[in-house]
């Protein structure tokens, strides 16, 4: 279990700054999801850490020791490509066991191995079979086989499921996890999916425009984004932006209050509340003597039904739309056109840097 | 309107091969003097074997026929994998470059291999007709074989060197066998640019040292042989059969099948 | 990065090098060569003169000779375009599959037989006893005999032969292209066959037919062959006086003068044609 450094890469292609001064640290035997828009730089830091690209600047640190300078092919990483990158020519077989015979593995061996991988990911009895023989996922599983076989240092993953309608993507996912928890590999996946990102990890940084904009836990970024960016990329918010007051801050429909801590009284802050957060209570425009609830009064436009969830659409008094999500437990709480109340609680309204 | 279609183009079809059936049945044709109705005899191509000159000259086609496959097919592929994979400045310059050899006409670049040739020391014979013919099959076959780079894929070169394959080793064992059949083709392709090559080789040839064609003009030349028929009628099956393994290897013609 | 400048140099030495050598190096030999009065072998001094260049000037013979070459590649590419492009709009809309594939190699395979042997059954046909006039007179016995070789007509006739493969080519390749889509919209629009054929087929295909002028022009002016084996006396063209030159006359300065005219002919032809061609199909 290797533990994997980013220290200060730099990467421009063409005077763009793709990668821009990125520090990250990769816990061994973790999945860290690289999650961001594209362009974002998140596929190439993947690269860089890889291998596959040089940066312009800084370092790449495998358990401390630099391996920057050191080519590709001696960086025992193990990757799984957006396309798979199968050999067309080759059968499953030998497509699993190229990397073994490359580091000297043969014969009876290789064979061990190679079917080891292949129960892994649950592959058994296709070995004959070429790649275009195969379905997407299974070409997909080969290449995760393919990829874990040489007991990589680091096991990289570009957007490995993108390719796979949802379903398939679903279980692939939740495979995934599994697999990299047995072979205990420090593993880095690249998404732009969040959903993705919040099942697969033990740790997200979320990138935008060459920088790493936050890292953590999953729940720790859900719950307490730091920017509008990380907000709005992982998960939905709803915004509200005001004065900092006694109190709170103050925005058109009355006080925000949040338990984080305050910016200067007079100056300008924004606070970021998830949808599923907020609940509808009546029609009450005030919180009770005794709770600190934030209340908000909110006009109900559209009702999405999905099943297990409903998405309510709103509008405040000033007229920006709010978002909230709730479980559908019983009958509808609200019609369009309703007048209602929003509640929720100050240890969800966080105060993010604008 | 389609059947009006079909006429037409079997009609124009007939017309491109009319004067090569009246070359075939002209070899088996007993008459010295072409004259008609047809008479059959192999003869003509009996006498073939005992044309020295032909014979000669059929020898020195096919050498340097073999010569130039081989040599324009490693260097071309060389250079196609150059072209084609790496960006560098100047990379559209050097394709342009590739175009001289097939858009100047013939007879300039033969009479410019005579001048420079003589005046440099390197004369005429084989050594010269080789020249000439490698560099006039040049430019087809990195056509030929750049084009089957095209659908070759980075990722898989990338996916063998991160399994540690080192640069080398993933070019041998990952991106040149599905590349086989273009070389082969372009191989082909050399190989029948070299053999129907007149011009250039006219102009490079000597009195005792000629290629099948320049062998075939100057008896024209000097006046009607039957042999050359015969000896035509051969080569015309040779020429054929290449075509149709090289469309074989690339697939020619017709509405592209999705795969 | 260094070393991967140096493999691609490497990779490309060989083919290029062999480029200079062969192409690149004698035709810079032959430009210095138009510009002398005698051939430099020998001990005489060189001599730099223009003369070469004004032959035309000094010998108006060769613009007769000049003109008779345009005739050859203006009958030659008109009449290419006009049997060809049908030819080819034809086997590219009205044949399919198997088939198609079939008469694709039909066409292509004559392309690839010896032009000289092609070009030399051609007068077993056109001569006086041979098989036009053979069989003109198994018809018609009392007609007049057939006696085409060495004529205008026979070099025509001969040069058409050989490069209309050039021309169907190129044009089957542009009908080829035209998406399915534009004719079932012209259909759908109320269209019949011969006005889709006029306002979509044919327009569509133009540039298939100017590619294919272009590379059929080039060395049709420049061809000695088929002038001399189908011409005889009366088959004089530029490429027949450059190849005097060189082979007769000795000559060379002379000859690379009027090489040299004929390339900046060309030269011109492709860089008119070319920019004609992405002026009006450019947005492609």
Same mark, same amino acid.
């Given at each position: 279990?290797?533990?994997?450094?980013?220290?200060?890469?730099?990467?421009?292609?063409?005077?763009?700054?793709?990668?821009?001064?990125?520090?990250?640290?990769?816990?061994?035997?973790? $999945?860290?999801?690289?999650?961001?828009?594209?362009?974002?730089?998140?596929?190439?830091?993947?690269?860089?850490?890889?291998?596959?690209?040089?940066?312009?600047?800084?370092?790449?640190?495998?358990?401390?020791?630099?391996?920057?300078?050191?080519?590709?092919?001696?960086?025992?990483?193990?990757?799984?490509?957006?396309?798979?990158?199968?050999?067309?020519?080759?059968?499953?077989?030998?497509?699993?066991?190229?990397?073994?015979?490359?580091?000297?593995?043969?014969?009876?061996? #290789?064979?061990?191995?190679? #079917?080891?991988?292949?129960?892994?990911?649950?592959?058994?009895?296709?070995?004959?079979?070429?790649?275009?023989?195969?379905?997407?996922?299974?070409?997909?599983?080969?290449?995760?086989?393919?990829?874990?076989?040489?007991?990589?240092?680091?096991? $990289?993953?570009?957007?490995?499921?993108?390719?796979?309608?949802?379903?398939?993507?679903?279980?692939?996912?939740?495979?995934?996890?599994?697999?990299?928890?047995?072979?205990?590999?420090?593993?880095?996946?690249?998404?732009?999916?969040?959903?993705?990102?919040?099942?697969?990890?033990?740790?997200? #940084?979320?990138?935008?425009?060459?920088?790493?904009?936050?890292?953590?836990?999953?729940?720790?970024?859900?719950?307490?984004?730091?920017?509008?960016?990380?907000?709005?990329?992982?998960?939905?918010?709803?915004?509200?932006?005001?004065?900092?007051?006694?109190?709170?801050?103050?925005?058109?429909?009355?006080?925000?209050?949040?338990?984080?801590?305050?910016?200067?009284?007079?100056?300008?802050?924004?606070?970021?509340?998830?949808?599923?957060?907020?609940?509808?209570?009546?029609?009450?425009?005030?919180?009770?003597?005794?709770?600190?609830?934030?209340?908000?009064?909110?006009?109900?436009?559209?009702?999405?039904?999905?099943?297990?969830?409903?998405?309510?659409? $709103?509008?405040?008094?000033?007229?920006?739309?709010?978002?909230?999500?709730?479980?559908?437990?019983?009958?509808?709480?609200?019609?369009?056109?309703?007048?209602?109340?929003?509640?929720?609680?100050?240890?969800?309204?966080?105060?993010?840097?604008? | 309107? &389609?059947?009006?279609?079909?006429?037409?183009?079997?009609?124009? &079809?007939?017309?491109?091969?009319?004067?090569?059936?009246?070359?075939?049945?002209?070899?088996?044709?007993?008459?010295?003097?072409?004259?008609?109705?047809?008479?059959?005899?192999?003869?003509?191509?009996?006498?073939?074997?005992?044309?020295?000159?032909?014979?000669?000259? @059929?020898?020195?086609?096919?050498?340097?026929?073999?010569?130039?496959?081989?040599?324009? @097919?490693?260097?071309?592929?060389?250079?196609?994998?150059?072209?084609?994979?790496?960006?560098?400045?100047?990379?559209?310059?050097?394709?342009?470059?590739?175009?001289?050899? &097939?858009? &100047?006409?013939?007879?300039?670049?033969?009479?410019?291999?005579?001048?420079?040739?003589?005046?440099?020391?390197?004369?005429?014979?084989?050594?010269?007709?080789?020249?000439?013919?490698?560099?006039?099959?040049?430019?087809?076959?990195?056509?030929?074989?750049?084009?089957?780079?095209?659908?070759?894929?980075?990722?898989?070169?990338?996916?063998?060197?991160?399994?540690?394959?080192?640069?080398?080793?993933?070019?041998?064992?990952? @991106?040149?066998?599905?590349?086989?059949?273009?070389?082969?083709?372009?191989?082909?392709?050399?190989?029948?640019?070299?053999?129907?090559?007149?011009?250039?080789?006219?102009?490079?040839?000597?009195?005792?040292?000629?290629?099948?064609?320049?062998?075939?003009?100057?008896?024209?030349?000097?006046?009607? @042989?039957?042999?050359?028929?015969?000896?035509?009628?051969?080569?015309?099956?040779?020429?054929?059969?290449?075509?149709?393994?090289?469309?074989?290897?690339?697939?020619?013609?017709?509405?592209?099948?999705?795969? | 990065?260094?070393?991967?400048?140096?493999?691609?140099?490497?990779?490309?030495?060989?083919?290029?090098?062999?480029?200079?050598?062969?192409?690149?190096?004698?035709?810079?030999?032959?430009?210095?060569?138009?510009?002398?009065?005698?051939?430099?072998?020998?001990?005489?001094?060189?001599?730099?003169?223009?003369?070469?260049?004004?032959?035309?000037?000094?010998?108006?013979?060769?613009?007769?000779?000049?003109?008779?070459?345009?005739?050859?590649?203006?009958?030659?590419?008109?009449?290419?375009?006009?049997?060809?492009?049908?030819?080819?709009?034809?086997?590219?809309?009205?044949?399919?599959?198997?088939?198609?594939?079939?008469?694709?190699?039909?066409?292509?395979?004559?392309?690839?037989?010896?032009?000289?042997?092609?070009?030399?059954?051609?007068?077993?046909?056109?001569?006086?006893?041979?098989?036009?006039?053979? =069989?003109?007179?198994?018809?018609?016995?009392?007609?007049?005999?057939?006696?085409?070789?060495?004529?205008?007509?026979?070099?025509?006739?001969?040069?058409?032969?050989?490069?209309?493969?050039?021309?169907?080519?190129?044009?089957?390749?542009?009908? =080829?292209?035209?998406?399915?889509?534009?004719?079932?919209? =012209?259909?759908?629009?109320?269209?019949?066959?011969?006005?889709?054929?006029?306002?979509?087929?044919?327009?569509?295909?133009?540039?298939?037919?100017?590619?294919?002028?272009?590379?059929?022009? *080039?060395?049709?002016?420049?061809?000695?062959?088929?002038?001399?084996?189908?011409?005889?006396?009366?088959?004089?063209?530029?490429?027949?006086?450059?190849?005097?030159?060189?082979?007769?006359?000795?000559?060379?300065?002379?000859?690379?003068?009027?090489?040299?005219?004929?390339?900046? *002919?060309?030269?011109?032809?492709?860089?008119?044609?070319?920019?004609?061609?992405?002026?009006?199909?450019?947005?492609?």
């Amino acid at each position: 279990m290797i533990r994997v450094e980013a220290a200060s890469i730099a990467k421009s292609y063409s005077g763009v700054r793709v990668l821009d001064q990125v520090s990250a640290s990769f816990q061994p035997g973790r $999945l860290t999801s690289l999650l961001g828009p594209s362009g974002s730089g998140k596929t190439t830091l993947l690269r860089v850490i890889g291998g596959f690209v040089a940066p312009d600047d800084g370092e790449i640190r495998f358990d401390g020791e630099n391996v920057t300078a050191v080519p590709l092919w001696r960086r025992n990483v193990g990757m799984v490509f957006q396309s798979y990158a199968l050999f067309p020519h080759m059968t499953v077989q030998e497509n699993v066991a190229f990397g073994l015979h490359r580091h000297g593995v043969r014969g009876e061996a #290789a064979r061990k191995e190679t #079917a080891r991988a292949l129960e892994m990911v649950r592959l058994t009895g296709l070995e004959r079979r070429k790649p275009k023989e195969l379905s997407g996922g299974q070409q997909q599983r080969v290449a995760l086989a393919r990829a874990i076989v040489t007991n990589p240092r680091v096991l $990289l993953l570009d957007e490995p499921l993108s390719a796979l309608d949802r379903r398939l993507r679903q279980e692939m996912q939740i495979e995934l996890r599994h697999i990299q928890r047995e072979s205990g590999l420090t593993t880095i996946f690249v998404t732009h999916d969040q959903e993705e990102a919040l099942t697969l990890s033990d740790a997200v #940084a979320i990138l935008d425009h060459g920088k790493i904009v936050q890292e953590g836990r999953p729940e720790a970024i859900y719950e307490r984004p730091r920017t509008r960016f990380a907000a709005s990329f992982l998960g939905d918010a709803n915004f509200f932006s005001g004065r900092v007051t006694d109190g709170g801050v103050e925005i058109a429909g009355g006080v925000v209050r949040t338990n984080d801590r305050l910016p200067a009284i007079g100056a300008s802050a924004t606070v970021a509340v998830r949808p599923e957060k907020m609940k509808i209570c009546g029609a009450q425009p005030t919180a009770p003597e005794n709770s600190d609830e934030n209340r908000l009064l909110a006009v109900v436009r559209e009702i999405i039904y999905a099943g297990a969830v409903s998405t309510i659409l $709103l509008e405040s008094a000033d007229g920006s739309p709010i978002k909230i999500l709730t479980q559908n437990r019983e009958t509808s709480p609200a019609s369009p056109g309703d007048s209602v109340a929003l509640a929720w609680s100050p240890t969800h309204s966080v105060i993010i840097e604008n | 309107m &389609i059947a009006l279609g079909r006429t037409y183009l079997l009609a124009t &079809i007939a017309f491109l091969y009319l004067p090569i059936a009246v070359m075939v049945a002209m070899a088996f044709n007993d008459s010295a003097l072409y004259t008609l109705p047809i008479e059959p005899s192999l003869r003509w191509f009996a006498s073939l074997a005992v044309n020295a000159p032909l014979q000669s000259a @059929t020898r020195n086609s096919l050498l340097i026929a073999s010569a130039t496959s081989v040599i324009a @097919t490693a260097v071309g592929a060389m250079a196609a994998l150059a072209l084609e994979r790496k960006r560098f400045r100047g990379r559209s310059l050097l394709r342009l470059l590739l175009l001289p050899p &097939i858009a &100047i006409p013939w007879l300039i670049i033969g009479t410019a291999m005579l001048v420079f040739f003589f005046w440099t020391g390197i004369g005429r014979g084989i050594h010269a007709l080789l020249i000439g013919h490698v560099a006039l099959a040049i430019p087809y076959v990195v056509l030929i074989i750049g084009a089957g780079l095209q659908t070759l894929r980075a990722d898989l070169e990338e996916a063998a060197m991160s399994l540690g394959s080192t640069p080398i080793h993933a070019f041998f064992s990952i @991106t040149l066998p599905p590349l086989l059949p273009s070389v082969l083709a372009a191989a082909l392709f050399a190989f029948a640019v070299s053999l129907d090559q007149f011009v250039i080789s006219y102009f490079l040839s000597t009195p005792g040292v000629s290629t099948l064609p320049v062998e075939i003009y100057s008896s024209i030349r000097k006046g009607f @042989t039957p042999e050359i028929n015969a000896i035509s009628t051969i080569f015309l099956g040779v020429s054929s059969a290449l075509v149709l393994v090289f469309a074989q290897l690339s697939h020619l013609g017709g509405k592209r099948d999705s795969r | 990065m260094a070393r991967r400048d140096w493999t691609t140099a490497a990779l490309l030495a060989p083919a290029y090098g062999w480029l200079a050598l062969a192409v690149f190096l004698p035709l810079g030999a032959m430009l210095f060569f138009s510009f002398l009065k005698a051939a430099p072998f020998g001990t005489r001094p060189l001599q730099f003169t223009f003369d070469n260049y004004l032959a035309f000037v000094r010998r108006p013979y060769l613009i007769d000779v000049a003109w008779t070459s345009i005739q050859i590649g203006l009958w030659t590419t008109g009449l290419c375009a006009l049997v060809g492009l049908p030819a080819a709009i034809a086997l590219a809309r009205a044949t399919r599959g198997r088939s198609q594939q079939v008469l694709f190699l039909l066409i292509v395979l004559p392309f690839w037989t010896n032009g000289l042997v092609r070009v030399f059954s051609w007068t077993m046909v056109l001569r006086e006893g041979g098989v036009l006039d053979y =069989a003109l007179h198994l018809v018609a016995p009392s007609a007049p005999a057939v006696a085409l070789l060495y004529s205008f007509p026979a070099i025509i006739i001969g040069l058409v032969h050989a490069y209309l493969p050039y021309m169907i080519l190129t044009c089957y390749l542009s009908a =080829a292209a035209i998406d399915d889509a534009y004719i079932e919209a =012209a259909r759908s629009l109320g269209a019949r066959t011969p006005m889709i054929f006029a306002k979509i087929v044919l327009p569509l295909s133009l540039p298939g037919l100017i590619s294919g002028a272009i590379l059929i022009f *080039v060395p049709v002016i420049g061809s000695f062959m088929e002038p001399r084996i189908l011409g005889g006396r009366v088959g004089v063209t530029m490429g027949t006086m450059i190849e005097d030159q060189f082979v007769q006359a000795f000559n060379w300065p002379l000859g690379a003068a009027l090489s040299f005219t004929m390339l900046a *002919v060309v030269l011109i032809i492709f860089g008119v044609s070319s920019r004609a061609l992405s002026a009006r199909f450019g947005a492609q």
